[in-house]
């Protein structure tokens, strides 16, 4: 194993003084327990909006905390879910009067101790709403997850239903409209390679040199099948498929289109395989209107991508357009 790190055991914590120390306009970390806010947090008025995982995944979701996007994250150790203490301390501190609310990936240990510190938030007076992200089309039920996963549908949620709070809606707006991003989204990953947690030190997986696997998880739980590597537009194809059969996506559709890296794999491929999307949702009378491509919901240094496909309407455009200002994702502010 090579990796530009200290001690396993420090990994975290050192990351998260670095981003301290990088990024002091945008936000303040607390430790012990960890979490993230905006530099401005508390905003009076505002509805709060607070969502965490395990760490590995960056940017997702410390690098999505600031203007327009999360009030706070909760960083858990590598893979590992966050504490309901940390859950709650962030809660209590992106508190504006308006109510908080939880953006929760769908994941057995995530949807639990949010709904710890949610009800430990009500009994602090504070009005708590949570909404489950469960946009994966590739498998129901596993190793992680009762039902389907949170995958890309979450950065898609956390960015739009960000401006709506920027504009001061309330919390019961809010948290529909994040039930309306995970509606309309569907998601789909495969991994070139295995990665490795810095406190394990081998692969999580093994995948041979010649194969692929299809809708991994970004934890590298197994996918729906095992195949040997074939050209891209093979491999888009049997992403995309699946996500405009289940929604379904149908023709005149307008979409954003989320072609993510899993974290190795570089933007030349990425686009290559934003090529082959286009093409593809072309020839069935589907339109991208609107795009994300690069590394934001990532699984440390694993290669390969998914793909987001999220149904747009004149609300959800508007609110993508609008300005945001965090270290991962920024535009027009």
């Not at 190793?143 to 979450?154: D, F, K, M, Q, S």
């Not at 239903?161 to 920027?166: F, L, S």
Request: charged share 20%; glycine share 12%.
């Amino acid at each position: 194993m090579k990796k530009l790190i200290n001690k396993p055991d420090d990994v975290v914590t050192e990351a998260l003084h670095g981003i301290a120390a990088a990024h002091p306009h945008l936000v303040d970390v607390h430790f012990n327990p960890n979490f993230i806010v905006r530099a401005d947090a508390p905003v009076q008025g505002k509805v709060g909006l607070v969502s965490g995982g395990g760490s590995g995944h960056e940017p997702m979701h410390g690098g999505f905390v600031g203007m327009g996007m999360l009030d706070a994250a909760c960083p858990g150790e590598v893979f590992t879910s966050p504490t309901p203490d940390q859950m709650l301390d962030a809660t209590k501190a992106v508190d504006g009067g308006a109510g908080v609310l939880h953006i929760v990936k769908n994941y057995t240990g995530d949807v639990m101790n949010f709904e710890m510190a949610a009800d430990l938030g009500k009994g602090e007076g504070i009005e708590v709403e949570a909404v489950v992200i469960d946009d994966d089309v590739a498998v129901q039920d596993s190793l992680y997850t009762a039902g389907r996963r949170g995958v890309g549908a979450t950065v898609l949620a956390e960015k739009i239903c960000g401006a709506a709070a920027e504009e001061k809606q309330s919390l019961s707006q809010v948290a529909e409209l994040c039930r309306k991003v995970n509606a309309n989204g569907r998601s789909m990953g495969m991994a070139l390679t295995s990665c490795i947690v810095p406190a394990a030190g081998t692969p999580t997986f093994d995948l041979p040199d010649d194969e692929i696997e299809i809708g991994i998880g970004i934890h590298g739980e197994p996918g729906r099948e095992r195949l040997k590597l074939a050209p891209a537009a093979e491999i888009v194809e049997r992403l995309t498929r699946p996500i405009l059969e289940d929604l379904p996506f149908e023709e005149g559709d307008n979409v954003l289109a989320f072609v993510n890296s899993m974290g190795g794999t570089p933007l030349i491929e990425l686009y290559v395989v934003y090529n082959d999307l286009n093409r593809l949702l072309g020839e069935r009378g589907i339109t991208i209107t609107r795009n994300l491509i690069g590394p934001y919901i990532t699984s440390l240094e694993m290669a390969g991508c998914s793909i987001t496909l999220l149904k747009l309407d004149d609300e959800l455009t508007r609110l993508w357009d609008a300005p945001v200002k965090t270290t991962g994702l920024r535009w027009g502010a």
